[in-house]
């Protein structure tokens, strides 16, 4: 056996192209023999197929994807018979929202909430059974030249109830930097407000052309996730809806419990922004960022410098002139002082 190619047969599937080379898979379009019908086939590595966490998590991905029976969601498909590790899709023309990120212009409001309700209705189907993506990003979302968006790879979305996994010393759970949650990022699993967290930093991004955190690399950009406030949308957006700006901040609130609870509370939310009640997050009961610790200190020293300052210019003013000391008069002329 050797890694696919262009050409091979696999079971019913005719490999046609070669779509993509990932870290551990390859993505091949084929044509199903049994109905004509294109699809998209994921094949791993041969180097992977006898790891045995690998394994499984491959198998949920491809479990997970035949489950979930949604317009707004790839859907894995059931071969009919199966000579060795891989799993098919439907094939859905079009290309990854990321490619339409690229223009250097934010998108129309109306066409930034028609993709973010479209998202939200998958999410709602797919927390209502249980499953959560964890790595919501543009690349992992297809639009098709009608306009009609779809979310795709599943590898690390984790379904209730199933255990956890690690692989190589790793959760694999952190997903994407830019869109990964705070709870991620401090190592936990996350739920639905996970997605939601996701999907609110793209729709900012949608609207503002800009991420809600402006770090200079990785590992600034995680720390500012989670001990910073992010930029306002309205300092990008000028004349953004302000319920709209509040959906947002509500979206990617720090904390899993200021956000909306899931898919579907945050599309209730999305088609009427007006009358969304949407409020301000509750304050963190996290400890105080370190800046403002800092600050706190510093206003500190200065008193206690400005104190001391003030005490020793009162020693000075009231201790005797020794003999010989420069004395000056009221008109300002200096003479010796004269010993008595």
């Known amino acids: 056996m050797h890694d696919p190619e262009v050409?091979?047969?696999?079971?019913?599937?005719?490999?046609?192209?070669?779509?993509?080379?990932?870290g551990m898979a390859s993505i091949f379009k084929a044509i199903d023999s049994d109905s004509g019908a294109a699809v998209v086939l994921k094949i791993p590595y041969l180097q992977y197929e006898s790891d045995v966490v690998f394994?499984?998590?491959?198998?949920?991905?491809?479990?997970?994807?035949?489950?979930?029976?949604?317009?707004?969601?790839?859907?894995?498909?059931?071969?009919?018979?199966?000579?060795?590790?891989?799993?098919?899709?439907?094939?859905?023309?079009?290309?990854?929202?990321?490619?339409?990120?690229?223009?250097?212009?934010?998108?129309?409001?109306s066409q930034a909430l028609d993709i973010a309700q479209q998202i939200c209705e998958a999410l709602a189907h797919m927390h209502a059974q249980g499953v959560v993506h964890r790595d919501l990003k543009p690349d992992n979302l297809l639009v098709t030249p009608e306009g009609r968006v779809m979310i795709s790879d599943f590898g690390i979305a984790f379904s209730k109830g199933a255990r956890r996994l690690t692989w190589a010393g790793l959760s694999h759970s952190l997903g994407t930097p830019d869109y990964a949650a705070p709870e991620q990022i401090r190592g936990k699993r996350g739920d639905a407000r996970t997605d939601v967290y996701a999907l609110g930093t793209l729709l900012y991004e949608m609207l503002t052309g800009h991420l809600p955190w402006d770090a200079p690399n990785t590992q600034a950009l995680l720390r500012a996730k989670t001990n910073d406030e992010p930029t306002q949308p309205s300092v990008h957006c000028h004349g953004l809806d302000p319920s709209l700006e509040a959906i947002l901040l509500k979206a990617i609130a720090r904390e899993p419990r200021d956000r909306f609870a899931g898919g579907a509370e945050l599309l209730t939310a999305l088609h009427r922004p007006s009358a969304a009640p949407v409020y301000p997050p509750v304050p963190s009961r996290s400890p105080a960022p370190r800046r403002v610790v800092s600050i706190v200190i510093a206003v500190g020293i200065i008193a206690g410098l400005?104190?001391?300052?003030?005490?020793?210019?009162?020693?000075?003013?009231?201790?005797?002139?020794?003999?010989?000391?420069?004395?000056?008069?009221?008109?300002?002329?200096?003479e010796p002082a004269r010993a008595r």
């Open 7 to 22: 050409g091979d047969r696999i079971d019913q599937y005719q490999l046609t192209e070669l779509l993509a080379r990932g």
């Open 306 to 334: 400005a104190s001391l300052i003030r005490l020793s210019q009162r020693a000075v003013a009231t201790r005797s002139p020794p003999p010989g000391q420069i004395l000056r008069s009221t008109t300002g002329s200096a």
């Open 55 to 109: 394994f499984e998590r491959f198998r949920r991905e491809e479990e997970i994807g035949q489950r979930l029976d949604h317009p707004g969601i790839v859907k894995v498909l059931k071969p009919r018979e199966k000579s060795r590790m891989y799993f098919a899709m439907e094939y859905v023309p079009g290309q990854p929202l990321r490619a339409l990120l690229r223009s250097p212009q934010p998108f129309p409001a």
